[in-house]
């Protein structure tokens, strides 16, 4: 199975510029045209969050209208830039097949590893969380196949990074989920967004991992003084479960022209 993750597109309007600088239109376009010629395709792509800067109706439209040139199924959940009626307007149910009134979380099903989504946005704040609603909705999805290989999707990592985006933005409910995931050792990885470092560290007894965002990537201050980000080239993620049943990760850098030097020239 071939999983793409793009994570925290930030898109603007229709024609503009994220802070007025960085052209993540143009770098999502990039990525999607990237995975399109990617052979073997992959079974599906997952969107990680903040798919739009300030939440607004236009972006999230552009969001859908970008992504919908994908050639494999994609599913999206909110950011904390996201508003998570804006993206339900913007994306159809195949997209974003959450049934709960309130959270975006629903599984995916039908392939070697169960995906489970997992809402961990809070209205109007920066940080994560998971409440006791939705632990409770995950410990119900996780029993429901307790034996078969899960990946958790989301878009806070629950720990500490040495990050203001982790460390001071907070993550409600973190010592809740890490007890649930560790009493589920089928949980082999949490894909995560947020930080737009494509970081990896284990926790609760799995492997949390972010991917980078497709062009603003984060500036590292282990201070905790500074959040701000550097244009970068776009790149994705892919999560390869080998047949040896090793999920392993890739980041895809897209750079434009893409010239392979082959090893064996002269
Ligand atoms: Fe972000
Ligand atoms: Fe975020």
Known sequence: ????????????????????????????????????????????????????????????????????????PFYVIPGNHDDRAVLRAAFAAEHCPAEDETFIHYTIEGYPLRLIAVDTTIPGAPGGEVCEKRAAWLEAALEEAPRSPAVLFMHHPPLRMG??????????????????????????????????????????????????????????DLTLKRSAYILDVPAYQLHYWTPQEHLVTHTVRVQEPEILHPFSAA
């Open 1 to 72: 199975m071939l999983i793409a993750q793009i994570s925290d597109t930030h898109l603007a309007g229709w024609g503009r510029r994220t802070f007025g600088v960085a052209p993540m239109g143009e770098n999502l376009a990039r990525c999607i045209r990237h995975i399109n010629r990617l052979d073997p395709q992959p079974d599906l792509v997952l969107v990680t969050g903040d798919l739009t800067n300030n939440a607004r109706p236009e972006e999230a439209e552009r969001a859908a209208s970008l992504l919908d040139a994908l050639r494999v």
């Open 163 to 220: 990050l203001i985006e982790t460390d001071l933005d907070g993550f409600l409910g973190a010592s809740r989920l890490e007890s649930i995931v560790r009493a589920h050792p089928n949980v082999i990885r949490i894909l995560a967004g947020h930080i737009h470092l494509a970081s990896l560290a284990r926790w609760g007894g799995t492997v949390v991992s972010t991917a980078p965002s497709i062009g603003m990537r984060l500036y590292v």
